[in-house]
């Protein structure tokens, strides 16, 4: 599966940002989809994933109340939904896919084979 982020930018703290992950691929409704972010200097950390059926769900504490995943099988397409940004949140995000990650792993991020480029979000205080 190849995915593509897009959504990012350069907001002002408070604002909100919606980024999207359009995903190839046939079989995008098995795929449990998440989301990392990377900081300049800083390892990349997880921010929230998704099951295959979006029921079930998985935040970093740091965006929990802030941030929403979510997901359109039928049109291959991840979400975050990232209000109340702070400047903490500025780092290039990536989305993620595994078809075999458990609900116990899909924070971990060696556990997902595909990753997306990236799109950068800065926030401005």
């Known amino acids: 599966v190849q995915l593509q982020a897009s959504g990012g930018g350069l907001v002002q703290a408070g604002d909100s940002l919606r980024l999207s992950c359009a995903a190839s691929g046939r079989s995008f409704g098995s795929y449990v989809m998440g989301w990392f972010r990377q900081a300049p200097g800083k390892e990349r950390e997880f921010v929230a994933s998704i099951s295959w059926s979006g029921d079930s769900t998985r935040y970093a504490d740091s965006v929990k109340g802030r941030f929403t995943i979510s997901r359109d099988n039928a049109k291959n397409t991840e979400y975050l939904q990232m209000n109340s940004l702070k400047p903490e949140d500025t780092a290039v995000y990536y989305c993620?896919?595994?078809?075999?990650?458990?609900?116990?792993?899909?924070?971990?991020?060696?556990?997902?084979?595909?990753w997306g480029p990236g799109t950068q979000v800065t926030v401005s205080s």
């Open positions: 993620a896919a595994d078809s075999r990650i458990t609900l116990a792993t899909m924070s971990i991020a060696k556990k997902f084979e595909y």
